[in-house]
């Protein structure tokens, strides 16, 4: 039997989504999640790295902002690469399957209203 991961994480935008595209013309997004936990007092943050792609990626950098918070569930992808002296480099992060809102999409008040305001005059 072959192996396979199944990941969900849920967190804050540590900072707003970075969307590139591809020479093929796909959508990129990357996002940082902070995930606390709390027990007996005691809080732990980790930072954990996801990427979405093609219209999944465009819907996350449309409607979320630094701050929001996101489940995030999807596999796990080891990043590697080499740096411009030479050293290799390698990191886990999470290849999206799913996104969904847990919360407030972080973004600002003004944005929200500008956004509220558009979707109302469409009708």
Known sequence: MNGFTNVTVCGRLGRDPELKYIPN??????????????????????????????????????HFGKGGLIAVMGKLKMDEWETKDGQKRRKLLVTARDVTFAGDSGKTRESAKAEADFNADDF
């Open 25 to 62: 013309g796909t959508a990129v997004c990357t996002i940082g999640l902070a995930v606390t936990e709390k027990w007996q007092g005691k809080e732990s943050t980790i930072w954990v790295d996801c990427e979405m792609w093609g219209k999944q990626a465009e819907f996350v950098n449309e």
